[in-house]
Structure formats: structure tokens, C-alpha cells
T-cell receptor, first 112, second 117 residues
Framework: GQSLEQPSEVTAVEGAIVQINCTYQ??????LSWYQQHDGGAPTFLSY????GLEETGRFSSFLSRSDSYGYLLLQELQMKDSASYFC?????????????FGIGTKLQVIP | DTGVSQNPRHKITKRGQNVTFRCDPI?????LYWYRQTLGQGPEFLTY????????KSRLLSDRFSAERPKGSFSTLEIQRTEQGDSAMYLC???????????????FGEGSRLTVL
């Protein structure tokens, strides 16, 4: 089956940098995505890594190492509005068709 | 097109009743997913469609759950004989997936929150 592990909670100071790690075990791995979800809101897409390396989108960067089955999301210049849950999600193909499986999420609290 | 639309947004029902949720995906999207999310957890995969074909169902989806996507447009998720354990947020997501061009982005609706009393 598929399993993803990420820390349940992280606290960081406004203006700082925080890294949220994700390790996964899946079959037929295609790529790793990150989603942000504010309380009461819908998950929204942040980034996708299919190949090893770093992808940068503004203050957010995402990294993937396929050989280590590991990725992380890096948030820089933290703002209070970044307080949310962050989910890593794996695109895999256990039964012949690609599907997306989510981790349990990391709740980020940004403090002044 | 303003995005993925789900209704109703909230549904309170008594145990044993049937409920149906509707999802209208972004119009050109060929793939549609249903997820269930409970407090403090990530979205849990239920099923997904490629156009009108239901490609996979989670083992978590008991025979009380059925999903359809007639004509590859909107989708419905029906839960029969609801149980208190069915209380959750039911999320729908859609994506446009073309061969060799997978960006991995799912577009989620705001969800339908089910409370079973």
C-alpha cells in the first residue's frame, strides 16, 4: 500500500524559514505534490516535483529525492497568513491507474 | 468557470437516511476525485473517474457508497443508510490530465460537510 509520513505540528516565528518534511512508501511513484489548507477551507495546490531537485515558487520551494523517498516544503519569510495545514501527496499507480494519496498533514502555526 | 462547485455545503441527517452530494468540476477537466476528510486528518481517497469511467474505488468505500459521473461531467456521491461514522467533509477535486503532461495539480471544491445524528 501507500504511506506518507510528515510531522503533525510545527511552530515558527514570523519572518523565519520553516521546512516540512515528508517521507513516503508507494508503488509506481510518479511525483510529490504539496497542498495548503486553511481551517474551514479547501486544499489548494502549492507545488509538484516529478524529478529530483528543488522547485521554487515565490516564497515556497519544494524538494524531492526519489532515491530517498523523501521530499520537503520550504517556506521562507513566514507570514501570519501562512498558518495552515500542509499536506504532501503522492501520485502513484498501485492498480494500473494513477491516483493521488495524501499524508495526514502538518499544522503550521506562525507566531509573532 | 469559477472552479469546482459542490452542494450542498452542509447536510445534517439522521442515522439510516440516504444522502447525495453533487460535484460540478471545472468544465474541461477530464478527471474527478472524491475524498473524505475528518478533523485533523488529510484527505482520504474514495474514488476517481477518468471522464465517465470509474477507475478505482478505495477499499474504505463500503457498498453503502456509490459514485457516478454520467456523461463525464458532474458527479454524484450517494451514501445509503448513513452511520455516525460517515460524518466527515466530502471533498471533490478535478484535474486536466493529458498523456505526458501531468502537473499533478488537483483543484478542490469547498466540500460538503455531513453530520449524521
Amino acid at each position: 500500500g501507500q504511506s506518507l509520513e510528515q510531522p503533525s505540528e510545527v511552530t515558527a516565528v514570523e519572518g523565519a524559514i520553516v521546512q516540512i518534511n515528508c517521507t513516503y512508501q508507494t508503488s509506481g511513484f510518479y511525483g510529490l505534490s504539496w497542498y495548503q489548507q486553511h481551517d474551514g477551507g479547501a486544499p489548494t495546490f502549492l507545488s509538484y516535483n516529478a524529478l529530483d531537485g528543488l522547485e521554487e515558487t515565490g516564497r515556497f520551494s519544494s524538494f524531492l529525492s526519489r532515491s530517498d523517498s523523501y521530499g520537503y516544503l520550504l517556506l521562507q519569510e513566514l507570514q501570519m497568513k501562512d498558518s495552515a495545514s500542509y499536506f504532501c501527496a503522492v501520485r502513484d499507480r498501485p492498480g494500473g491507474y494513477q491516483k493521488v494519496t495524501f499524508g495526514i498533514g502538518t499544522k503550521l502555526q506562525v507566531i509573532p | 468557470d469559477t472552479g469546482v462547485s459542490q452542494n450542498p455545503r452542509h447536510k445534517i441527517t439522521k442515522r439510516g437516511q440516504n444522502v447525495t452530494f453533487r460535484c460540478d468540476p471545472i468544465s474541461e477537466h477530464n478527471r474527478l476525485y472524491w475524498y473524505r476528510q475528518t478533523l485533523g486528518q488529510g484527505p482520504e481517497f474514495l474514488t476517481y473517474f477518468q471522464n465517465e469511467a470509474q477507475l478505482e474505488k478505495s477499499r474504505l468505500l463500503s457498498d453503502r457508497f456509490s459514485a457516478e459521473r454520467p456523461k463525464g461531467s458532474f458527479s454524484t456521491l450517494e451514501i445509503q443508510r448513513t452511520e455516525q461514522g460517515d460524518s466527515a467533509m466530502y471533498l471533490c477535486a478535478s484535474s486536466l490530465e493529458l498523456a505526458g503532461d501531468v502537473t499533478g495539480e488537483l483543484f478542490f471544491g469547498e466540500g460538503s460537510r455531513l453530520t449524521v445524528l
